[in-house]
């Protein structure tokens, strides 16, 4: 066998978005099961987990070990370092790497880990969903912003205070009612409006696991944020979990948290 078909396995077992997000999940974590990987893809079934993960394990790019009942995966580097190796490297890195060094120097803050909050509700997720996409919710928790957006594809996305400023806005990259929102989020409040660049959200609501009825679990990651950045220190670190606090409030109350 020559060395292509060799690396074809690992071409094809990358070019999946679904397996990339397993193969980053091992590398936050290694040693998962394929439940707790199996919430990394809500949307897929668990049969269709597994295939993806036995296509890794065919690549060499996963391994595995039983642990009693259990069968725990592990994140195997060697084959993308090769491939790094052959591809990369032999041609391309010097020029790639002078361009990563002006990269960063150009960039005055790096970039910070994902940011993930988690509440839960007494709520059903339905309700959850509308607190988060409906403005007359948003009025009582969201610093008294009025969201709107059509809450499709590629659809805008804007608060709106109460004197008619847009304060911040984004775009909707995917939507799956009521249990996953994916967006674009970037301030337009102040002087720093707009200069830190847009980060990505993503909301998951899911029934909370126990057996606890009408209980649902709220969850945000928050992804390409700039260390230092305004929004970071403004919106993120203080914002969220008052926003966070504020929908529970209002949907456990019926009444809005106080600003």
């Not at 993960?53 to 259990?70: D, K, N």
């Amino acid at each position: 066998m020559g060395e292509t078909d060799e690396m074809a396995p690992i071409f094809r077992a990358l070019g999946d978005p679904s397996r990339r997000v397993l193969l980053d999940q091992l590398f936050v974590r290694d040693g998962q099961t394929l439940g707790e990987l199996c919430s990394f893809l809500p949307q897929m079934t668990r049969f269709g987990v597994m295939r993806h993960l036995g296509v890794l394990e065919e690549a060499r790019l996963i391994s595995t070990l039983r642990a009693g009942r259990e069968k725990r995966h592990y994140l195997n580097p060697v084959p993308i370092r090769l491939l790094h190796d052959r591809w990369i490297s032999k041609y391309a890195e010097p020029v790639i790497g002078a361009m990563s060094n002006l990269k960063r120097q150009l960039e005055a803050s790096p970039m910070l880990p994902d940011h993930v909050y988690s509440i839960f509700v007494m709520a059903s997720p339905e309700r959850v969903w509308k607190a988060l996409v409906d403005g007359d919710d948003t009025v009582a928790y969201y610093f008294g912003s009025r969201v709107s957006s059509d809450w499709t594809p590629g659809a805008s996305i804007e608060y709106t205070t109460p004197d008619g400023s847009v304060a911040s806005g984004g775009e909707v990259i995917a939507v799956d009612p009521p249990r996953r929102l994916e967006m674009t989020f970037e301030s337009r409040w102040g002087a720093s409006a707009g200069k830190d660049g847009p980060m990505t959200q993503v909301w998951q609501i899911d029934p909370a696991e126990g057996g606890v009825s009408g209980l649902t679990r709220l969850s945000v990651t928050i992804s390409g944020l700039h260390e230092g950045s305004a929004i970071e220190e403004r919106y993120v670190t203080f914002g969220v979990p008052f926003i966070m606090s504020g929908l529970k409030s209002l949907l456990e109350t019926g009444q809005p948290m106080g600003a």
